[in-house]
C-alpha cells in the first residue's frame, strides 16, 4: 500500500491554499495564484473567450445544431430569472442573491452562444412565466426544475459535440448549471445532491417535451 | 491513454471516500455538516466501485487504495467543511479537463460524474456561506496538467 499525504495529490498546492484562504476570498484569486501559471488551469473568463474566439463559419453544422439547442433553453432562463428579480417572484436575502448571481450567468451563457453561432442563432421565443416570476415559492419550485434539467440537457449533448473547444465550454457550463442547481435545492430545503452518486443525462427530446409542458413557450 | 486517466481518476475518489470518513471519524460533527460527510462518503465509495469497473472494463487493474494523511483537515469541522469545498472544487476542475482524444465512453463517464461533485461543491460552500457558483463558465484543468496522469 502506498502512502500519499495531501500535498502529493494536491501537486500545485490549490486545495491546501484555498482551505487556507477560502474565507471570505473571492475564489478566483487564489486560483489564479496557485494553479493558473503552472497547472494549465483555465479560467471561466479563458472558457469564454475560446468559445467566443471560434467564428461561426468554423462551427460544424453538428455542433451548431446542439449549439442552437443550448440557446433554446438558455433564453428561457435568462428571461425567467430578469423577469423574477422585476416581478417579486426573487424574495429577498439569499434567494435575492441566487436569483441575481444565475440572471447573470445565464445573460452570460445565452450572449456566448449567440456570438459563436452568428448568424445561424435562433432568435429568442416569447416567454409568459405566469405566477412563477411573481410569486417566491412557486420561483423556487420553477427554478429547481429548470436548473435540474439544464444540467441533464447539457450532459447528455456534451459527447455529442465535435469541436473540443465548444466541448470544454459546453462542459464548464454544464457544471456551473449543477452549482445554480444545488443552491436553490438548498435554499428551498430539498436535497442538492438528489440524484445521488451518478446524475443521468436527458436526451433532446426528453428535454423538448419537458420543455413544451411547462406551458411557458408563448411564440 | 484511457487507462492512466481512469487510474488517477481513481485515486481522486479514494481521496473523497478516505477523507470523508477520516472526518466522520476524527471531526466531531453534527447537523448539516455529519449529513455532508455522510453524503459524500456515499458518493465517493459508489464513484471508486463505478471507476474500477470502467477500469476493469478496459482490461485494465484498478490500483490498491492510497493511504491517505489528512492531518488537522478532519480535526474540525470548519476546516473539515473548507477542505471539503477545495477537493470538490478539484474534481470538477479535474474532470471537466476530460476531451478527446479520451475515448467518448469515458466522456460519458466523467460527465455522469461530474455534476455530482459540482452540486457538492455548490452545497458545501452555501453551508460556508462562501459564493456557491462564483463563476457562469466553471474552470477546468486542462489534459496537460490533471489528466497527464
Known amino acids: 500500500m502506498t502512502e500519499l499525504t495531501i500535498e502529493q495529490v494536491d501537486v500545485d498546492g490549490a486545495i491546501r491554499e484555498g482551505a487556507a484562504t477560502i474565507e471570505g476570498d473571492p475564489r478566483a484569486s487564489f486560483i489564479s495564484r496557485a494553479a493558473l501559471g503552472a497547472a494549465g488551469l483555465m479560467s471561466g473568463g479563458a472558457a469564454l473567450a475560446a468559445l467566443t474566439g471560434a467564428a461561426s463559419a468554423q462551427v460544424s453544422a453538428n455542433d451548431a445544431s446542439i449549439l442552437n439547442f443550448a440557446l433554446m433553453l438558455e433564453y428561457p432562463e435568462r428571461d425567467f430569472y430578469r423577469q423574477a428579480l422585476t416581478q417579486g417572484g426573487a424574495g429577498k436575502g439569499e434567494q435575492r442573491r441566487f436569483t441575481e448571481t444565475v440572471a447573470a450567468h445565464e445573460t452570460a451563457h445565452a450572449a456566448a452562444l449567440v456570438k459563436v453561432l452568428g448568424s445561424s442563432a435562433i432568435l429568442a421565443p416569447t416567454f409568459d412565466f405566469y405566477a412563477t416570476v411573481v410569486d417566491p415559492a412557486k420561483f423556487r419550485a420553477t427554478s429547481i426544475t429548470v436548473e435540474d434539467t439544464g444540467v441533464k440537457a447539457y450532459k447528455g449533448q456534451v459527447p455529442l459535440l465535435q469541436s473540443p473547444v465548444i466541448l470544454a465550454a459546453a462542459l464548464s457550463i454544464h457544471s456551473a448549471e449543477a452549482d445554480h442547481a444545488a443552491w436553490i435545492r438548498r435554499i428551498s430545503g430539498a436535497d442538492p445532491t438528489y440524484t445521488g452518486a451518478f446524475e443521468t443525462p436527458l436526451t433532446k427530446d426528453q428535454v423538448l417535451a419537458n420543455a413544451m409542458a411547462t406551458g411557458f413557450i408563448v411564440s | ?149
Open chain 2, 1 to 149: 491513454m484511457d487507462l492512466k486517466i481512469l487510474q488517477y481518476a481513481l485515486t481522486l475518489e479514494y481521496l473523497g471516500a478516505a477523507f470523508y470518513e477520516s472526518a466522520l471519524r476524527h471531526a466531531r460533527l453534527s447537523g448539516e455538516a455529519h449529513e455532508i460527510a455522510l453524503t459524500f462518503r456515499g458518493h465517493e465509495r459508489a464513484h471508486v466501485g463505478f471507476v474500477s469497473q470502467v477500469i476493469r472494463s478496459l482490461g485494465g487493474r484498478p490500483h490498491a487504495p492510497e493511504k491517505f494523511v489528512f492531518g488537522s483537515a478532519t480535526r474540525s469541522r470548519q476546516a473539515f467543511l473548507k477542505t471539503s469545498a477545495k477537493i470538490e472544487e478539484m474534481c470538477v476542475e479535474t474532470l471537466n479537463g476530460a476531451r478527446p482524444p479520451v475515448s467518448k465512453p469515458v466522456l460519458m463517464g466523467a460527465g455522469e460524474l461530474v455534476s455530482v461533485e459540482a452540486r457538492q461543491a455548490s452545497w458545501v460552500r452555501t453551508v460556508l456561506s462562501v459564493d456557491p457558483a462564483p463563476f457562469a463558465f466553471n474552470p477546468d484543468l486542462t489534459m496537460r496538467s490533471r489528466w497527464r496522469a
